[in-house]
């Protein structure tokens, strides 16, 4: 994988849409996530015709305030779990990734004000659809073991959501793989946010 990486989505769309590319724009992921499914279910591709998935990522329970989401390879293969942590989350959006070989790692949003402004000015009638250009939250992710791995910051966009994602520091490649499909499940349920 080199980076770094773009992860985009359009905000508008009915059911949606990630693509994620590597630095010389090469597609590395891509995912339609389901419209009107009651527990979360989400398949990764390789391509964006859906005709060679990689990973399956799936909720434990259907209200996902505190929920876990379980990583799979296609063959049914555990590559290991993320999880919202409930109340953490309501101040800052923080998760927990759990590799394994029993590493773990986080995921913490870097400013809450940024969570707590766009909730105010994101009600507002004229303002609100203008936060997604102003507002941008910033995520890392650390490994207990090995420190800040990964950054994912939003980058100024009206009608999509774009993310830039850098690799802070190198891991062996079954942690970036499932450090990154967590990013990826993480912008689809943060979509909304700035």
């Known amino acids: 994988?080199?980076?770094?990486?773009?992860?985009?989505?359009?905000?508008?769309?009915?059911?949606?849409?990630?693509?994620?590319?590597d630095s010389s724009g090469r597609l590395i992921l891509y995912v339609r996530q389901k419209m009107f499914k009651l527990k979360e279910a989400v398949t990764f591709f390789a391509d964006a015709e859906?005709?060679?998935?990689?990973?399956?990522?799936?909720?434990?329970?259907?209200?996902?305030?505190?929920?876990?989401y379980q990583i799979t390879t296609t063959d049914g293969r555990d590559v290991g779990s993320l999880k919202r942590k409930g109340m953490r989350s309501l101040w800052k959006a923080t998760y927990e990734i759990t590799a394994l070989d029993g590493q773990l790692l986080t995921i913490n949003e870097t400013n809450p004000w940024v969570k707590v402004l766009d909730g105010v000015l994101g009600a507002l009638p004229i303002i609100g659809p203008l936060t997604s250009y102003f507002l941008h939250p910033i995520y890392e992710l650390s490994s207990d073991r090995h420190g800040l791995l990964f950054s994912f910051t939003k980058q100024p966009a009206l009608w999509e959501g774009r993310y830039k994602i850098e690799r802070v520091k190198a891991s062996d490649e079954a942690t970036e793989s499932l450090c990154v499909a967590s990013i990826m499940m993480i912008l689809l349920l943060e979509r909304s946010r700035g």
């Open 1 to 21: 994988m080199q980076f770094p990486m773009q992860a985009t989505f359009k905000l508008l769309a009915l059911a949606p849409q990630v693509s994620l590319t």
């Open 50 to 68: 859906q005709t060679k998935p990689v990973l399956s990522i799936k909720a434990d329970r259907i209200i996902d305030f505190g929920a876990s």
